[in-house]
C-alpha cells in the first residue's frame, strides 16, 4: 500500500521551491523599482535645486547631486556658493542613518554660506547670519546643525520686542577646515572655528572658538578628546 506523506513529499517540495522562486522575482522587481525610483528622485532632485540656486543669483559648480527636497532660504542675491562635486542628501531613504528632515540653506541679513569641491551632508541645517564657511572634503553627518547666530537676543527684556530681539541677536562666523567630520546630531554654533582633518563626535554640541587641526571633540559641552 502506497503511503501518501510519501507521494506528497515531492508535490511539497516543488511548491516550496516555486514560492521561493516567486519571492526572488518580486524581490529583484522591487529592488529594480527602488533603484530606479531613487535615480528619477535624484534627477529631478538636482534639476530642481540648480533652477531655485540660478534663480537666487547662487553658484555652484559641477556634478552638483540632491536626493530629496532642498530647502535654500536667502532675501539676498549670491548668498550661497556650492564648489564641485557636492551631495546633499535630503529625504529619510537618502541616508539611512535615521535623518529627521530635509536640508535647509538659510541666510539672512548679510549672512553668507559656502561648502567647497566634494563635500556633502545629510538632512543638515546651515543658518547663516553672517558667514558659514566650510571646506573641501568636508562630511556632514545626518542631522548636523550649525547656526553662527543665536536666533535671539540672550536679554529677557530685548526679547520681548521683535525690533529689540532682532537687533541684539548675536552672530559671528563658522569656519570648518578640509577633510573635517562632523558626525550624526552634532550641533556648531557660533564663532567656531574648526582645523582641517578634525572629527567631531555624534552629538557633541560645540561652541569652542578654536579647534586646532586633527583634534577629536567630543560631548556636550564639547570637548577636545585627543589629537589624531
Do not use: E
Not at 20 to 46: R, Y
Not at 150 to 166: K, V
Request: hydrophobic share 40%; with cysteine; aromatic share 4%.
Amino acid at each position: 500500500m502506497n503511503n501518501p506523506v510519501q507521494n506528497d513529499s515531492p508535490r511539497r517540495s516543488q511548491s516550496v521551491g516555486d514560492a521561493m522562486k516567486t519571492c526572488s522575482v518580486f524581490a529583484l522587481v522591487v529592488f529594480a523599482w527602488d533603484a530606479l525610483a531613487s535615480k528619477v528622485c535624484v534627477m529631478f532632485s538636482s534639476w530642481r535645486a540648480k533652477v531655485v540656486l540660478s534663480l537666487l543669483g547662487c553658484q555652484y559648480g559641477k556634478n552638483l547631486q540632491v536626493d530629496g527636497k532642498l530647502i535654500i532660504r536667502s532675501p539676498r542675491k549670491g548668498a550661497i556658493t556650492l564648489g564641485d562635486n557636492v551631495k546633499i542628501n535630503s529625504r529619510f531613504r537618502a541616508n539611512l542613518v535615521g535623518v529627521t528632515n530635509p536640508t535647509v540653506l538659510h541666510c539672512t541679513r548679510q549672512g553668507r554660506i559656502v561648502i567647497g569641491n566634494n563635500s556633502g551632508c545629510s538632512a543638515a541645517i546651515l543658518s547663516s547670519r553672517t558667514s558659514i564657511q566650510i571646506g573641501d572634503n568636508v562630511k556632514l553627518g545626518g542631522n548636523v546643525r550649525i547656526y553662527d547666530h543665536d536666533y535671539h537676543a540672550i536679554d529677557y527684556l530685548a526679547r520681548r520686542q521683535p525690533d529689540t530681539d532682532d537687533a541684539n541677536c548675536k552672530t559671528a562666523p563658522v569656519v570648518i577646515g578640509d577633510d573635517v567630520f562632523v558626525g550624526v546630531n552634532a550641533i556648531i554654533l557660533k564663532g567656531v572655528t574648526i582645523g582641517a582633518r578634525s572629527v567631531i563626535g555624534a552629538g557633541a554640541v560645540v561652541s569652542l572658538k578654536d579647534i586646532p587641526l586633527d583634534s577629536v571633540v567630543v560631548g556636550n559641552p564639547a570637548k577636545i578628546l585627543t589629537h589624531l
